[in-house]
């Protein structure tokens, strides 16, 4: 599960921080097969699901 900046400074953000390098998605896979990711405020962030 991807996380995807909406502006330009979401965009930024994403980067500066590496959110979506590579181990960070696996922790999140994981997390999410155990049904603990997405966390239940999810709803307020939009992110883009590859598998």
């Not at 995807?4 to 400074?9: C, Q, S």
């Not at 980067?15 to 999140?28: D, F, S």
């Amino acid at each position: 599960m991807r996380v995807v900046g909406l502006t330009a400074t979401g965009r930024g953000t994403v980067e500066a921080l590496k959110i979506n390098r590579a181990m960070m998605l696996a922790i999140r896979g994981e997390e999410e097969l155990l049904g603990r990711h997405p966390p239940l405020f999810s709803n307020t962030f939009r992110t883009d699901h590859h598998s």
